[in-house]
């Protein structure tokens, strides 16, 4: 089993930053793809950045310019560094990691962090 645990949630007001930190621990033997989404009430969750293991990223538009997701993979964590956050950010923000964890079988499965609240006030 694998788990995610996520810190650096909070309240912000508009224009703030925010630093999110995801550490997976457990049965690991590689991780391909980390990264972050969010869920906002009555929306879907959707994805806010990706990162790769050979630290390629991928950024929702929206977060484009503001957001920046980086990785230690010695660690197996990953990081979100949220600036110019705007009421809009608000949301639960979770970790995921696609993970192999078997050395024998080149299998991957999703895990989920439980998610932090990030608030950003007008």
């Known amino acids: 089993q694998v788990q995610l645990v996520e810190s650096g949630g909070g309240l912000v007001q508009a224009g703030g930053s925010l630093r999110l930190s995801c550490a997976a621990s457990g049965s690991i033997f590689s991780i391909n793809v980390m990264g972050w989404y969010r869920q906002a009430p009555g929306n879907k969750r959707e994805l806010v950045a990706a990162a790769t293991s050979g630290s390629s990223t991928n950024y929702a538009d929206s977060v484009k310019g503001r957001f920046t997701i980086s990785r230690d993979n010695a660690k197996n964590t990953v990081y979100l560094q949220m600036n110019s956050l705007k009421p809009e950010d608000t949301a639960v923000y979770y970790c995921?990691?696609?993970?192999?964890?078997?050395?024998?079988?080149?299998?991957?499965?999703?895990?989920w962090g439980q998610g932090t609240q990030v608030t950003v006030s007008s």
């Open positions: 995921n990691a696609n993970v192999r964890e078997s050395r024998s079988f080149v299998v991957y499965h999703d895990y």
